[in-house]
């Protein structure tokens, strides 16, 4: 049974950091492509951030500069530092993996950590 469990959401004023974190169990996390995706309300999903399984970083432009993704293999963990956060940063945000295995592609989601940027 695949889970990707994220953490670290929450209320934090206009220019604060939060760090998300994402642990994956039940698939090769070493081998796997991560991600971060967000959705604000009555918009769609959009990237935030993916990180592929050999290190290889990616940005949406409304986070470069201010978004970090990383990943710790050892602990099967992708994290993302966001600072200088903006009230357009508010949304739920996704962890997100995907590549292929046994020549299956999968595409596995997380239940979501809410992101509120608010004086």
């Known amino acids: 049974q695949v889970q990707l469990v994220e953490s670290g959401g929450g209320l934090v004023e206009p220019g604060g950091s939060l760090r998300l974190s994402c642990v994956a169990s039940?698939?090769?996390?070493?081998?796997?492509?991560m991600g971060w995706y967000r959705q604000a309300p009555g918009k769609e999903r959009e990237l935030v951030a993916t990180?592929?399984?050999?290190?290889?970083?990616n940005y949406a432009d409304s986070g470069k500069g201010r978004f970090a993704i990383a990943r710790d293999n050892a602990k099967n963990t992708v994290f993302l530092q966001m600072n200088s956060l903006k009230p357009e940063d508010t949304a739920v945000y996704y962890c997100?993996?995907?590549?292929?295995?046994?020549?299956?592609?999968?595409?596995?989601w997380g239940q979501g950590t809410q992101v509120t940027v608010s004086s």
């Open positions: 039940g698939i090769i996390f070493s081998i796997a492509n």
């Open positions: 990180i592929t399984n050999g290190g290889g970083t």
């Open positions: 997100n993996a995907r590549g292929t295995f046994l020549r299956k592609i999968y595409d596995y």
